[in-house]
């Protein structure tokens, strides 16, 4: 998932976060591997877990705290990436 990816899935159409958004992709990966997610980007559940906490943390960039919808939306993405399991050194998605 490239910057371009993410922006169009935030709807921004300038340049000028560029930076803040692949800084946002990078916290996102760090937030699921700390979840105990594989970094899988094949994985299209990874990519809108990626999504989700991107958009989250951009629209909401001065809140602390989390509200119910993205918690619900994440745990439960968290929770089948979580069930990835790797084998023989391959990702196995079940």
């Known amino acids: 998932m490239n910057v371009q990816d993410i922006k169009l899935y935030l709807k921004v ?5 560029d930076s803040f958004i692949l ?3 990078k916290a996102a990966e ?5 979840a105990g997610c594989i970094k ?10 990626i999504r ?5 943390w951009y629209d909401n960039r001065g809140l602390i ?3 119910d919808l993205i918690k619900y939306s ?4 968290i929770y089948q990436l979580k069930d990835t399991w790797i084998i023989d050194g391959e990702i196995d998605d079940k």
Not at 13 to 17: F, M, P, Q, R, V
Not at 52 to 56: D, F, G, K, V
Request: net charge negative; charged share 25%; no cysteine.
């Open 13 to 17: 159409d300038h340049d000028d976060e």
């Open 65 to 67: 705290g989390s509200t």
């Open 30 to 34: 760090d937030y699921l591997y700390n």
């Open 23 to 25: 800084s946002l992709q």
């Open 74 to 77: 994440l745990e439960s993405i």
């Open 52 to 56: 989700i906490l991107i958009a989250h």
């Open 40 to 49: 899988n980007y094949d994985n299209e559940l990874y990519k809108h877990a």
